[in-house]
Antibody, heavy 122, light 111 residues
């Protein structure tokens, strides 16, 4: 069955960096767009970023553009999110989610990881 | 302020029917992009409930149904059960913002 497992979350000071990973199994990772979606405490879902199946196309929410970088390693079936210049408002549970198309545009998410908590605080 | 607008909360008694609306605009739902729905229980990841406006993934009871018209969509739950108490989110794509967009979420309370 499809499995997505995030890791790398934790407590970090404002302005610092963190890298999240999402290790996947149970499907052909290299055939799907992959996304990061976050949820601030007691708030709704916010889409963060998407990478196409081969990593050639990437799109970001305005709130993270220029600070976050999504990437993937198809040889390791793993998705990444490099988060730089972190702010308090980036505090959230970060989910990786599997899209249903190769390019990830206008996708929906048929599988989600359990999430990893990122807390930005001094 | 979410691009897609949902009521913050709805409620209903067991056995009743409830609907959750999702209102967008001409750059997302009204542009023809599909609407998808997710169910989320506290402390857990969202789960796909309806895709492509009205399709149920395998394992989702037929008590859940979706529809779309114009710039809006709706999720209907019939024969309400206590286990349906959760948060529900709609999702689509916006071609002006060029991003996936979510509704703000609706908390369903089973009375």
């Amino acid at each position: 069955q499809v499995q997505l497992v995030e890791s790398g979350g934790g407590v970090v000071q404002p302005g610092r960096s963190l890298r999240l990973s999402c290790t996947t199994s149970g499907f052909t990772f290299s055939s799907y767009g992959m996304h990061w979606v976050r949820q601030a405490p007691d708030k709704g879902l916010e889409w963060v970023a998407v990478t196409s199946y081969d990593g050639s196309d990437k799109y970001y929410a305005d709130s993270v553009k220029g600070r976050f970088t999504i990437s993937r390693d198809n040889s390791k079936n793993t998705l990444y999110l490099q988060m730089n210049s972190l702010r308090a408002e980036d505090t959230a549970v970060y989910y990786c989610a599997k899209g249903i198309t190769i390019f990830g545009v206008a996708d929906y998410f048929d599988s989600w990881g359990q999430g990893t908590l990122v807390s930005v605080s001094s | 302020q979410s691009v897609l607008t949902q009521p913050p909360s709805v409620s209903g008694a067991p056995g009743q029917r409830v609907t959750i609306s999702c209102t967008g605009s001409r750059s997302n739902i009204g542009a023809g992009y599909d609407v998808h729905w997710y169910q989320q229980f506290p402390g857990t990841a969202p789960k796909l409930l309806i895709y492509g406006n009205s399709n149920r993934p395998s394992g989702v009871p037929d008590r859940f149904s979706g529809s779309k018209s114009g710039t809006s969509a709706s999720l209907a739950i019939t024969g309400l059960q206590a286990e349906d108490e959760a948060d529900y989110y709609c999702q689509s794509y916006d071609n002006t913002l060029s991003v996936v967009v979510f509704g703000g979420g609706t908390k369903l309370t089973v009375l």
